[in-house]
């Protein structure tokens, strides 16, 4: 089945404990991106790939690192998480930039 | 302001009803989509649209570039159309592959 993975669904964390949110897709699609939603603020865009090794910032990328070692996986990593990440993530990712985005089911973080 | 613009924030329903989602935007383009989120927080991709109409089963969306602005129409609306309709365009700036969105509209459809 095609699809967009998230791991974990739902962290509970602390401030300054480093974590990682995976996201894989099996649909070997070169554009992959990452973005928050907030209450009030919708989606907004965090980093987003083009392809391996091609990575760069979308409107909202302090505080966090990205790496798109292999087509497939694009982690996203909180370095020293501080509660204004405390959101719901989103991975998603298309054949190309132009072409339709599917989903993952979504990262629900929390950061005390 | 926002880049993009979506009204109404929220809008209640009877069933049958026919609906209608609008999306402004203030940027350049280069296409608009249409999302729809539901209760449990998965999001899924309904239209895709650079120019023109694009028709699916009950849904219609509609772009007018000229005036920067898209609707999404519901026909014969039902209580599983309820979800939160989020409008997101691809900007056309130089050397960015950028997505912005709107904040969403709320629809609730009423058996």
């Known amino acids: 089945e095609a699809q967009v993975t998230q791991n974990p669904r739902y962290l509970i964390t602390v401030t300054g404990k480093k974590l990682t949110v995976t996201c894989s897709q099996n649909m070997n699609h070169e554009y992959m991106s990452w973005y928050r939603q907030d209450p009030g603020l919708g989606l907004r865009q965090i980093y987003y790939s083009m392809n391996v090794e091609v990575t760069d910032k979308g409107d909202v990328p302090e505080g966090y690192k990205v790496s798109r070692k292999e087509k497939r996986n694009f982690p996203l990593i909180l370095e020293s998480p501080s509660p204004n990440q405390t959101s719901l993530y989103f991975c998603?990712?298309?054949?190309?930039?132009?072409?339709?985005?599917?989903f993952g089911p979504g990262t629900r973080l929390t950061v005390l | 302001k926002n880049e993009v613009e979506q009204s109404p924030q929220n809008l209640t329903a009877q069933e049958g009803e026919f609906i209608t989602i609008n999306c402004s935007y203030s940027?350049?383009?280069?296409?608009l989509h249409w999302l729809q989120q539901h209760p449990g927080g998965g999001i899924v991709s309904l239209f895709m649209l650079s120019s023109g109409k694009k028709k699916h089963g009950r849904l219609i969306a509609t772009i007018n570039i000229q005036e920067k602005h898209s609707s999404l129409h519901i026909t014969a609306s039902h209580p599983r159309d309820s979800a939160v309709y989020i409008c997101a365009v691809r900007s056309l700036a130089s050397g960015t592959y950028k997505y912005i969105f709107g904040t969403g509209t709320r629809l609730k459809v009423l058996a």
């Open positions: 998603a990712s298309s054949l190309g930039y132009t072409d339709t985005q599917y």
């Open positions: 940027v350049g383009i280069s296409a």
